[in-house]
């Protein structure tokens, strides 16, 4: 079965650049989700989109955007990156926003130097 | 207050054993979702089992079941007959309906090691 496609998988930036994540979610699924998971932490919840639109905000940056085109993808668009933002991106997609599973991406690892 | 919480850091299992990790939760929402999820070491996020507040019966998938008591708001999980591609980080999660709404809310995990 189709999953959650994430690119890149690998990225280094340094500090002050910007960078793009992609996410694709599975094919026909309306909603998707970005969270962040630092080293050694639990994933944290950013921001997600139900058709096309934020739906809910989570502890996302302000040098964070985000958005979710017409084909579901979504992209995580990140500026002024800092040491900090070194972590795991993930995205998730679900067939409606209240569907009960998430199915996770396998992450971009972004690494800020 | 946390929302989520797995008391067991790290463990230790024979191959073939069982193992049961634990969780509690704290909502006030009369509906959730409770969720486990495998995160080996390649990173990747793998959706293992869900139980709905509703649903009146525990949760089965293949060799996974969870353990769900809902008056002592604990969904633990059950990994029966343990292989060592069972080494993996398990963090347990739950979505509330109204409180918030589409966001997985994860524990702090618990590091699962398979001996041969």
Redesign the interface.
């Known amino acids: 079965a189709a999953g959650v496609i994430q690119s890149p998988r690998h990225l280094i930036k340094e500090k002050r650049e910007t960078a793009t994540l992609k996410c694709y979610p599975i094919p026909r699924h309306d909603?998707v989700?970005w969270?962040q998971q630092g080293p050694g932490?639990?994933?944290?919840?950013l921001i997600?989109f139900?058709e096309k639109m934020q739906?809910?905000k989570?502890s996302i940056p302000d040098r964070f955007s985000a958005q979710q085109f017409s084909d579901y993808h979504s992209e995580l668009n990140m500026s002024s990156l800092e040491l900090g933002d070194s972590a795991?991106y993930?995205c998730?997609s679900?067939l409606g926003?209240?569907q009960?599973?998430?199915?996770?991406?396998?992450?971009t690892?972004l690494l800020v130097l | 207050a946390q929302k989520i919480t797995q008391t067991q850091p790290g463990m230790f299992v024979q191959e073939k054993e069982a193992v049961t990790l634990d969780c509690t939760y704290d909502t006030s929402d009369p509906s959730y979702g409770l969720f486990w999820y495998k995160q080996p070491s390649s990173g990747e996020m793998i959706f293992l089992i869900y139980q709905g507040s509703y649903d009146q019966q525990n949760a089965t998938e293949g060799r996974y079941s969870l353990n769900f008591q809902k008056a002592r708001k604990s969904a633990n999980l059950v990994i029966s007959a343990s292989q060592l591609g069972d080494s993996a980080m398990y963090f347990c999660a739950m979505r509330e309906e109204y409180s918030s709404a589409s966001k997985i809310i994860f524990g702090s995990g618990t590091r699962l090691s398979i001996r041969p």
């Open positions: 909603t989700y969270y932490q639990d994933p944290q919840f997600s139900y739906s809910d989570g795991l993930f998730a679900s926003r209240y009960e599973t998430q199915y996770f991406g396998p992450g690892r």
